[in-house]
């Protein structure tokens, strides 16, 4: 389908695929690397990402190849876009930005890059938001504006079983990982300034994952949003806390359950969960 505008993100953004597809949407793929091999995030299965964190490999993680954006932009405007709106996770968190601006310049056609200040489906939803202007047909102001109007206004809360993986990846500070020390003490976080930052701390999982649900519903108020659950191999407690939300946020416009990609899971750990909430 032709669009004046094409719509560029990273894998980070979580969507799954087939609405990636059914979109349009291109995604670079975030890169991890395990021990001495270094795969795009989509070629790394989930439990062979797990089996290394727990085990003595190391873990990290590598924006997306250069390449994948130069071709993205290329192929966009091969395509007859008139310009892209390239829409990234946190340069804060990531070099994903900065590589993105590197391509830019490499092509002729305009390309616009975003930065969120913000992962998971707090980007998704930004992501989904610059689409649907794309398809109405609006030009990269209005898609800009679009994906802007969701990742300003909207919440990333994300519980840890541990900050240790976090610490480890360079994204929370020693001392803000002493928060969690405790095994019963379950940290909460959010993204803010681009950051990932503490929020609370709450004695046990359940408590913790209530306390977030309570959290999310306040942040949603009676606007209209969008709400999603994201996880790292922590299904069934994403699910609960899905249900959770729906009781909490009853007129919320769509509900999404997703798990995070590697990349995201590799600093958050297993059994984390993610909350998104996104004004419509």
């Known amino acids: ?26 995604v670079a793929q975030i890169q991890v690397r395990i021990g001495d091999k270094l795969n795009d995030e989509s ?28 071709w993205a932009y290329a192929d966009a405007g091969a395509a007859g876009a008139e310009a892209v709106v390239s829409i990234h996770v946190s340069s804060r968190l990531s070099g994903t930005v900065d590589t993105a601006c590197n391509a830019a310049k490499q092509v002729r056609i305009p390309v616009h890059v975003v930065d969120t200040g913000t992962c998971g489906m707090s980007l998704g939803y930004a992501v989904l938001a610059a ?83 309570d959290i999310a519903a306040k942040r949603a108020g009676e606007d209209r949003v969008d709400v999603a659950v994201e996880h790292f191999a922590a299904e069934d407690r994403a699910h609960e806390v899905l249900r959770r939300l729906r009781k909490k946020v009853p007129g919320a416009r769509k509900y999404m359950l997703t798990q995070v990609s590697s ?7 297993p059994g984390a969960i993610g909350v998104s909430i996104s004004p419509v």
């Open 43 to 70: 070629r790394v299965p989930v439990p062979t990402l797990v089996n290394a964190m727990r085990g003595t490999l190391s873990v990290t993680t590598v924006p997306p190849d250069p390449g994948a954006f130069y």
């Open 131 to 213: 689409a649907d202007a794309a398809a109405r047909g609006g030009d990269a102001r209005k898609v800009i504006g679009a994906a802007m109007h969701s990742f300003r206004r909207g919440t990333e809360l994300i519980y840890v079983d541990t900050l240790e993986h976090l610490k480890r990846g360079g994204r929370i500070s020693p001392a803000v990982a002493m928060l969690g020390t405790a095994v019963s003490m379950k940290p909460l976080l959010t993204m803010s300034e681009g950051q990932i930052k503490p929020l609370e701390k709450v004695i046990g999982t359940d408590r913790a994952l209530r306390r977030m649900v």
């Open 1 to 26: 389908m032709y669009r004046r505008v094409a719509i560029v993100t990273d894998s980070t953004a979580c969507l799954p695929s087939a609405l990636t597809d059914e979109l349009g949407i291109t």
């Open 263 to 269: 990349a995201i899971g590799a600093h958050v750990g």
